[in-house]
């Protein structure tokens, strides 16, 4: 079964940082592309950060030189290092893997994790 597991969620104040982790199994994450998407409270999901299969990394706007999306192959396991977080950062966070048409389009994907929540 395939499985994305986020996990490093929580509370934070204004100007803090966390650290979040999705662990995959069941497929080979490095050959996918993998991203992280929020929800907030009344919207619709929003991409964040993405990581493509050979490395390549996009970033929204509202999270550059903030936010880092890496991954570890050896792991099966994608991060996203969150710093100079901020009220508007709130949300549950979502990690999803797939082979998009459109990195930014959430149905694009074809797996997805329980999500985790940040409260800043």
């Known amino acids: 079964d395939v499985q994305l597991v986020e996990s490093g969620g929580g509370s934070v104040q204004a100007g803090g940082s966390l650290r979040l982790s999705c662990v995959v199994s069941g497929f080979t994450a490095s050959r996918y592309c993998m991203g992280w998407f929020r929800r907030s409270p009344g919207k619709n999901p929003s991409g964040v950060a993405f990581?493509?299969?050979?490395?390549?990394?996009t970033y929204a706007d509202s999270v550059k030189g903030r936010f880092t999306i890496s991954k570890d192959s050896a792991k099966n396991t994608l991060y996203l290092q969150m710093n100079s977080l901020k009220p508007e950062d709130t949300a549950i966070y979502y990690c999803?893997?797939?082979?998009?048409?459109?990195?930014?389009?959430?149905?694009?994907?074809?797996?997805w994790g329980q999500g985790t929540q940040v409260t800043v």
């Open positions: 999803a893997a797939g082979l998009p048409a459109n990195i930014w389009v959430a149905t694009d994907y074809n797996y």
């Open positions: 990581v493509d299969s050979d490395g390549s990394t």
